[in-house]
Nanobody, 120 residues
Framework: VQLVESGGGLVQPGGSLRLSCAAS????????MSWYRQAPGKERELVAA????????NYADSVKGRFTISRDNAKNTVYLQMNSLKPEDTATYYC??????????????WGQGTLVTVSA
């Protein structure tokens, strides 16, 4: 299993970024995928999750209405569109593969992370 995130960087408050996670080494369309984040000094938290076919999603309350998770099973890629970014969104963002098709399943594989910094 390999998960490779990209798309992080420095953005001003109110700006947007789109993170991508390219997956390989497994049947991507059979597994739910998630995005987590970890800010300095804080625990890793779930940001968004999506079922294997993309029919159901879940978001942390702190990002609802601003972030959108999606996936392209033909490209083995999951995305996180982040709009109206706030300084408190600053964190390392990790892509994760769940144990099965359902978004509530615990993660069992992780990417290396991509840093998002929201600052003026």
């Amino acid at each position: 299993v390999q998960l490779v995130e990209s798309g992080g960087g420095l953005v001003q408050p109110g700006g947007s970024l789109r993170l991508s996670c390219a997956a390989s080494g497994f049947t991507f369309s059979s597994y739910a995928m998630s995005w987590y984040r970890q800010a300095p000094g804080k625990e890793r938290e779930l940001v968004a999750a999506i079922t294997s076919a993309g029919g159901s999603t879940n978001y942390a309350d702190s990002v609802k209405g601003r972030f959108t998770i999606s996936r392209d099973n033909a490209k083995n890629t999951v995305y996180l569109q982040m709009n109206s970014l706030k300084p408190e969104d600053t964190a390392t963002y990790y892509c994760a593969r769940a144990r099965n098709w359902y978004w509530r399943a615990p993660p069992e594989a992780w990417g290396q992370g991509t840093l998002v910094t929201v600052s003026a």
